[in-house]
């Protein structure tokens, strides 16, 4: 799976925007962009996933320019209890492993 | 109901002693996984099963065992425990063609004293 980079911690304040982005240089044509959250004490669980453009659900919005080489994760109004790390991984289907990078930890402040 | 369940949940064992970790999974996927996440968070696939054969082995040593009865269910069996195995491990699984969607367990918490 391709290389990503992305800040090791984010601070926010409740009811802000919050934009986390991805760097993923050496992306290859059939891979998606996926973004998990992980909680304390918790597993990761899988939020958003996209391929080009915008992808958006009731969780999340994705970004992806047209490059593909990077993407940004953004979290509208965020709650102290989007506190949270967030790894984005790229990668296709198959007999791959999936490579969590070092995540995003997010702090949302009151 | 749980999707991916582990079990314990915590585990505290003394060196050398051996050790089991099992998992299931009833979302009818193909494809389960054991990771490994040290206390820097840092989270490290070690094993990929897909309907009961092994896929994915990445460098563990040979004293970390997987087993699979079949394809709901993944056991992760460790001998001769280390210090160094005090983690977390997570247990999860997903279609063998989106293998970037996986479901996770709730982790089991290994300290090895």
């Known amino acids: 799976l391709a290389k990503t980079t992305q800040p090791i911690s984010m601070d926010s304040y409740e009811g802000q925007e919050v934009n986390i982005t991805c760097s993923h240089n050496?992306?290859?044509?059939?891979?998606?962009i996926t973004w998990y959250q992980q909680f304390p004490s918790q597993g990761p669980r899988f939020i958003i996933q996209g391929y080009k453009t915008k992808v958006t659900n009731e969780v999340a919005s994705l970004f992806i320019p047209a490059d593909r080489k990077s993407s940004t994760l953004s979290l509208p109004r965020v709650s102290l209890s989007d506190t949270a790390v967030y790894y984005c991984l790229v990668g296709a289907g198959g007999y791959q492993k999936v490579t969590f990078g070092t995540g995003t930890k997010l702090q949302v402040i009151p | 109901d749980t999707a991916v369940s582990q079990t314990p949940k915590y585990l505290v064992t003394q060196m050398g002693n051996d050790k089991s970790i099992k998992c299931e999974q009833n979302?009818?996927?193909?494809?389960m996984y054991w990771y490994k996440q040290d206390s820097k968070k840092f989270l490290k696939i070690m094993f990929s099963y897909n309907n009961k054969e092994l896929i994915i082995n990445e460098t563990v040593p040979n004293r970390f065992s997987p087993k699979s009865p079949d394809k709901a269910h993944l056991n992760l069996h460790i001998n001769s425990l280390e210090l160094g195995d005090s983690a977390v491990y997570f247990c999860?699984?997903?279609?063998?063609?989106?293998?970037?969607?996986?479901?996770f367990g709730q982790g089991t918490r290994l300290t090895v004293v």
């Open positions: 050496n992306i290859a044509t059939n891979d998606y």
């Open positions: 999860a699984s997903s279609h063998r063609d989106r293998v970037t969607e996986a479901f």
């Open positions: 979302l009818g996927h193909d494809t």
